[in-house]
């Protein structure tokens, strides 16, 4: 079983940063895609950024050029540098990690970090 665990999440101001981090626990299978998801209430979980093992690179159009994803390999983490917020980031973000023996078999997700965008 493995484990992802959010940290960085809160409550900020608009034109704001934040930094969501997620740490993904050790375990013998190879991590292929890290990135992060959002949930707003009353709408679906949307893709925000995801970062390949080869550090391919993936953003929604709503947030490319205010966010930045990167990881560290060694540590098995996964950072999401949030730039410029809007009151429409506030929402449930959550890590999600693709892992596997021979390909992204498995899909695991993290508990969720509250963003709140607001004055």
């Known amino acids: 079983q493995v484990q992802l665990v959010e940290s960085g999440g809160g409550l900020v101001q608009p034109g704001g940063s934040l930094r969501l981090s997620c740490v993904a626990s050790?375990?013998?299978?190879?991590?292929?895609?890290m990135g992060w998801y959002r949930q707003a209430p009353g709408k679906e979980r949307e893709l925000v950024a995801t970062?390949?093992?080869?550090?391919?690179?993936d953003y929604a159009d709503s947030v490319k050029g205010r966010f930045t994803i990167d990881r560290d390999a060694a540590k098995n983490t996964v950072h999401l540098q949030m730039n410029s917020l809007k009151p429409q980031d506030t929402a449930v973000y959550y890590c999600?990690?693709?892992?596997?023996?021979?390909?992204?078999?498995?899909?695991?997700w993290g508990q969720g970090t509250q963003v709140t965008v607001s004055s």
């Open positions: 999600n990690a693709q892992l596997g023996l021979f390909g992204p078999e498995y899909t695991y």
């Open positions: 050790r375990n013998t299978l190879r991590i292929y895609v």
């Open positions: 970062i390949t093992s080869a550090d391919g690179m």
